[in-house]
């Protein structure tokens, strides 16, 4: 698991290079299992489905992490701000890139 995530996270191979435990424990604080649990399919499947109520604070702890495959994207979502909504961006984040694809699931 370390590789998988050191690989598709420079801040968490930071963490886990600091940590020489064999099974460091990592918390993330105000991190919603909901949102770790799509990250966490993310990095392994290179999809996974976020509900829209919850697609925010999917986006921020990606870009906290700085999530390989998402981070572009984020900033991209970043500079377009000024031109259109967030809602709007998150749409073309859905199917731009074909090998990490990002659903959104309404509720």
């Avoid at 990592?26 to 993310?42: A, D, G, H, P, Q």
């Amino acid at each position: 698991h370390k590789v998988v995530l050191s690989s598709s996270s420079p801040v968490l191979k930071q963490i886990l290079l600091g940590n020489p435990h064999q099974h460091p424990l990592i918390y993330l604080r105000k991190v919603k299992y909901s949102s770790l649990e799509s990250l966490i399919k993310f990095i392994y499947l290179g999809e996974t489905e976020v509900a829209q109520s919850e697609l925010q604070d999917f986006m921020n702890i990606a870009e906290e992490l700085e999530v390989e495959g998402l981070k572009s994207k984020l900033e991209q979502i970043n500079e377009d701000k000024n031109n259109c909504s967030i809602n709007e961006s998150i749409e073309e984040l859905s199917f731009e890139n074909p090998t990490k694809t990002f659903a959104m699931k309404s509720e």
